[in-house]
């Protein structure tokens, strides 16, 4: 039985502890077989604790957490505080932090932030910290807003199993510096890169550095850099780690989201086919079927790509499906800042290593398609200008990111809340160079001004700002 099978709350028992036993009442995140995190008690104050759990490798993550934690204190960083390190009663190695009372990410802090006067501010705190490690020798290799915590209004440095210490009581070069700051810049959506210039100028008076040149080097190195977190965020998609799951049973693989492990997704798995048959048809057709499915909570659309005949079964089984792509396409949007609705699951059909029919699901969004939006009467004119300028903006990213769409239709993008969505990712691709990028990006600025041929002054503005 795994810690997970157990009904909550359970004890563990701590070795060589004055108090060894440890309360666990809710788990926070669980890595089957490699890590498990929750919140507990011990010696009657709220804890937070890492359980390792991966007989190969569980010491070396275990010691190299706690050295980490151990030289952001050194360097003056704000860490929780470790109480206990060693090992439970079974052998496994553990680590109990105090917990941090309304604790909030930065992440989630920083979506909060309605101004871009206070993200300003917040990023001059969060990269002053990134100063003080640099200066100590310590970079952080999973730099991400996920691994800094808001309590009682103090910022927290977590995660010591990415902390590097690359030059031990030696502050890190510039150029070292620059790759750091690069890394933490590239999860912020481009939008806000604007930010940079006074930010890094911060950072660079407070380590007598050369702000020009330090800006310089990190705006040369963010789009090498949010490229391959781009596709390394959508290879791990495919596969099973804390944010997905998957699965394979004779003549299918999924994947699917691990937050959404309910009964209803079991449902759609066991037989996607019956699954479809109780929504409600939105699209039918010869190449794929679309029906939105409302059961409990869920409100879904399933789109199956749909195999016509034996040449067509033939011409795709040794590509992936469409549904394959799809899920990909969606989670390439989701780490660029780009609206899609969030991907559910993804299922392909199998004979052997031939592939046949896919399914995709995502959320339902409620909203109306572009071509419906800005024909409509009921919007006034200055609304219709916003959203113009928010797919300017869009497309200027797809320019940006070497992304092309395949299908710029209007009914292809969705407007909720005065923000474009992109759907239909199937023809979705990103490109490594603009050479071959950029004749399939003129298609797609072409097609999308033909959207607009009833509507020339708005087609007119569209031929002047669209990039490309």
Known sequence: MTFCDRTLPFHLHLKSAQDS??????????????????????????VLVKLFLDSRSARRHWKREKEGVEALEKASATVPQLLFDGQLTDGSFVLVFEFLPQAQTALEFWNTLGSEKCRLAFLQKIVELLGTLHEAGLAQEDLHLGNFLISDQKLYAIDGDAICIR??????????SSE?????????????????????????????????????????????????????????????????????????????RRDAQTEVLCQFLDDPDAFMRKGELLKGGNTSTVVRVKVDDCDWVVKRYNIKNLRHALSRCFRPTRAWLSWGNAHRLKISGIATPRAVAMVEKRIGPFRSKGYYVCDFISGVNAEAFFQSDSVTASVKGQVAERFVCLFRLFHQLYIRHGDCKATNFQIKDNQPWVLDLDAMHEYSSPEGFQKFFRRDRQRFLQNWKSLPPLMHWFDEHLPG
């Open 180 to 256: 750091n700051l690069a890394l933490f810049f590239a999860q912020l959506n481009p939008e806000h890169d604007a930010l940079m210039e006074s930010v890094i100028q911060l950072y660079a008076n407070q380590r007598s550095m050369d702000g020009i040149r330090l800006l310089e080097q990190v705006k040369l190195d963010l789009p090498k850099i949010r490229r391959r977190r781009r596709l390394k965020y959508v290879k791990k998609s495919y596969r099973s780690c804390s944010e997905f799951v998957r699965s394979k049973k004779t003549g299918q693989i999924a994947v699917a």
């Open 21 to 46: 036993v440890l309360l666990c009442e809710q788990i926070l995140r669980d890595l089957p077989g490699k890590r498990l995190v929750f919140r507990g008690l011990w010696q009657r104050r709220p």
């Open 167 to 176: 030059n031990s009581g030696e502050s890190l070069a510039i150029r070292a």
